[in-house]
């Protein structure tokens, strides 16, 4: 199942939505613990993870809740694959050397640029 994340630059723990977890072994009972949301709202956190991508298992702990969300990436996450910066240049003005190896894309709205003559063809045959 397709997990779609979201990055919290802002949040040194990672959260994965329960309904990831394929397997009880795989889980790290954790007691009394509440993660509090920029909204304010609190979510109980049961229990972490070991997480597996793919083929890949990662020796980075993520916390387990009933969250909206399919997963919250945070600071920890990033820092495994040492991309704790990769936003800077977005952020700030700053040029890292990431910065010349990598640059972020903007995805484009093109509907507009199509020829009046194609536009039912691309309609019909553009998925989103």
Same mark, same amino acid.
């Given at each position: ?15 994965? @939505? ?26 109980? %956190?049961?229990?972490?993870?070991? %997480?597996?991508?793919? @083929? ?6 993520? *916390? ?8 919250? *990436?945070?600071?920890?996450? *990033?820092?495994?694959? @040492? *991309?704790?910066? %990769? ?23 093109? %509907? ?17």
């Amino acid at each position: 199942k397709p997990c779609i994340f979201k990055i919290d630059t802002d949040s040194d723990i990672s959260i994965i @939505n329960q309904n990831f977890l394929k397997f009880d072994r795989q889980k790290m009972e954790v007691c009394n613990c509440y993660v509090r949301y920029p909204t304010e709202e609190q979510v109980l %956190v049961k229990y972490k993870v070991k %997480v597996r991508l793919a @083929n890949y298992t990662l020796e980075i702990s993520m *916390l387990v809740a009933e969250i909206n969300d399919d997963c919250i *990436l945070g600071v920890d996450f *990033l820092r495994f694959f @040492n *991309l704790q910066n %990769v936003f800077d240049a977005m952020f700030f003005n700053t040029v890292s050397e990431f910065d010349t190896i990598a640059k972020c894309s903007r995805i484009e709205n093109i %509907v507009s640029k199509v020829p009046s003559n194609m536009a039912t063809l691309f309609k019909e045959s553009s998925q989103y």
